[in-house]
């Protein structure tokens, strides 16, 4: 898990909107099988629900 994240090397967003009430193995999943990256690697990932003003990360 990336704790400061000034020191993420990439930084992705996923375009359209995602289900909210997913946990974080879900969003791995889409990470692992959508997208074909690495979750683990040293990224922010930022996922956005209908409603632009919430996000995950």
Same mark, same amino acid.
């Given at each position: &898990?990336?704790?400061? !994240?000034?020191?993420?090397?990439? $930084?992705?967003?996923?375009?359209?909107?995602? %289900? &909210?009430?997913?946990? !974080?193995?879900?969003?791995?999943? $889409?990470?692992?099988?959508?997208?074909?990256? %690495?979750?683990?690697s040293?990224?922010?990932?930022?996922?956005?629900?209908?409603?632009?003003?919430?996000?995950?990360?």
């Amino acid at each position: &898990m990336l704790g400061d !994240i000034s020191q993420a090397e990439h $930084i992705y967003l996923a375009c359209g909107y995602t %289900d &909210m009430r997913k946990s !974080i193995d879900g969003l791995v999943a $889409i990470v692992q099988q959508n997208f074909k990256l %690495d979750p683990f690697s040293n990224s922010l990932f930022l996922f956005c629900g209908r409603k632009c003003s919430r996000m995950k990360f």
